[in-house]
């Protein structure tokens, strides 16, 4: 049974309270496995011509209230700051938008801890000086019912004027819907109260709507702030899309170097993520792989670390434990609740195999759009990288960095708790490389509308 259909055996009509006919699609909706796909950006180069363009292509997009109906391929749009005073939004609107979303990502490269080999003056051409206005992404099931979805929005772009599509980039993953590094990737995602489906095994409770859309209550009681008017604002979300070049091979050389033989490898790299390749946690099979595990969404994500205080079976550095402490113990106390983000993540490149080594890596061989939507995307991307990626006093790690997603800047370490003495590994380096991105606005329908109309 696909996780689609399992979803649809979940979900209740009559526990719905969400407006899902104004809310688009991507935001609930998953995405397929196997998977295809393409990220496009464009530029508004003249307002009338880029709301018309927005107003033609809203057509297109299919509403929250088919999400748990078969679908050969939906589409989303996103909008910057940048973009919205391009298509001329009032300035009046656009000033009641969270202060870094009127920055922008690259603007933020402080607060991001975006240094290094990850600044933006080194970012692709589409991400830098606010070229990307509108970003467009397509899901599909296969390569042909993605082409006949490429062709109808490619078509109203052609038929548009002063638009320029300045990037595209085409994803997709198997059946397996593993990450550059051969994981099993996007696996636990939180329930949305209101949607119309119960939490699954291992979700304590379905999270507050508002923390995913504006408008709704969130995990405070009360909503949060939205843009102005409502009819922008309501029933939007916001977007954090970030690309990654993937060393696949660097990494396999490193476990190479640190474990002898392939199971020791294999260990060695689910230490660091969490979890084994198959998307099974350490907390559930801590000494092997369990493909079966891995690919039943009822059991995959039904655990603690309730009963790991010390790290012994999930080391605390590791990169699932970082972006989701679940019940673990932090020195530095936060509601991992308001932090909890719907991650629509696309892999891009051939798919993993041992042999790669550092010799076959190199700019778009291989990699990820880091892909999330929250309505608090800004305060809860900053607060990763600062305190849960590029940081470890949290868990008593001083400045020990995510050994996946970190940024390295001279080789670092990961330790792994054993008893009577911890292990550390060195020799950690910057395995996914940032290659661009840009904090988005997503509006509901009407939002879109509301922009194409133009009448302010």
């Known amino acids: 049974m696909s996780l689609l259909e399992k979803i649809r055996d979940r979900f209740r009509p009559d526990r719905v309270t969400l407006q899902l006919d104004d809310i688009q699609a991507l935001i609930l909706r998953s995405r397929p496995e196997p998977y295809v796909g393409i990220h496009a950006m464009l530029h508004v180069d003249e307002a009338e011509g880029g709301r018309a363009l927005l107003g033609r292509l809203a057509q297109h997009i299919p509403s929250a209230g088919t999400w748990t109906e078969d679908l050969e391929a939906w589409t989303g749009v996103a909008i910057s700051h940048a973009g919205l005073k391009a298509l001329g939004v009032p300035e009046a609107s656009l000033k009641t938008f969270p202060l870094a979303f009127q920055q922008g990502m690259a603007k933020?490269?402080?607060q991001l801890r975006d240094f290094g080999e990850n600044a933006p003056q080194d970012w692709e051409d589409a991400y830098r000086d606010d070229h990307c206005h509108i970003a467009l992404t397509i899901y599909a099931v296969d390569k042909d019912r993605l082409d006949i979805a490429v062709e109808k929005a490619m078509g109203e772009y052609r038929a548009s004027s002063g638009v320029t599509l300045v990037g595209t980039h085409e994803f997709g993953a198997d059946a397996e819907a593993k990450n550059p590094f051969g994981f099993r990737d996007s696996i636990s995602q939180p329930t949305v109260a209101g949607a119309g489906v119960e939490p699954q095994p291992g979700?304590?409770?379905?999270?507050?709507p508002g923390e995913f859309i504006l408008g709704e209550n969130s995990e405070?009681?009360?909503?949060?702030?939205?843009?102005?008017?409502?009819?922008l604002g309501r029933n939007g979300s916001f977007v954090v899309l970030r690309k990654y070049d993937s060393r696949v091979g660097a990494f396999n050389d490193f476990l190479r170097a640190h474990a002898e033989g392939e199971e020791a490898q294999h260990k060695?790299?689910?230490?660091?993520f969490?979890?084994?390749?198959?998307?099974?946690p350490l907390p559930l099979s801590p000494d092997h792989d369990d493909e079966a595990l891995g690919a039943d969404p009822q059991r995959s994500n039904d655990f603690s670390f309730k009963d790991d205080a010390a790290g012994l079976v999930c080391p605390h550095a590791s990169h699932m434990r970082r972006m989701n402490p679940r019940d673990s113990q932090l020195t530095i106390l936060t509601d991992v609740n308001i932090h909890r983000i719907i991650r629509r993540s696309s892999t891009f490149g051939p798919k993993w195999t041992p042999d790669v080594t550092a010799r076959d890596d190199g700019d778009d061989q291989r990699g990820i759009f880091f892909i999330f939507i929250s309505a608090r995307a800004y305060d809860t991307i900053e607060f990763l990288q600062q305190e849960w990626v590029n940081r470890g006093n949290f868990i008593?790690?001083?400045?020990?960095?995510?050994?996946?997603v970190g940024l390295h800047d001279k080789p670092g370490s990961f330790t792994i708790p054993k008893d009577p003495a911890r292990q550390r590994v060195n020799g950690v380096t910057t395995f996914n490389r940032l290659r661009g991105g840009e904090y988005l606005f997503m509006p509901s329908l009407t939002g879109l509308q509301w922009i194409a109309a133009g009448r302010w």
């Open 108 to 110: 933020r490269a402080e």
């Open 203 to 208: 979700q304590e409770r379905a999270i507050a």
């Open 220 to 231: 405070t009681g009360a909503p949060l702030s939205i843009p102005q008017p409502e009819a």
């Open 274 to 280: 969490g979890r084994w390749r198959s998307g099974a």
């Open 268 to 272: 060695l790299a689910a230490k660091m």
């Open 396 to 404: 008593d790690l001083a400045e020990e960095r995510d050994p996946i």
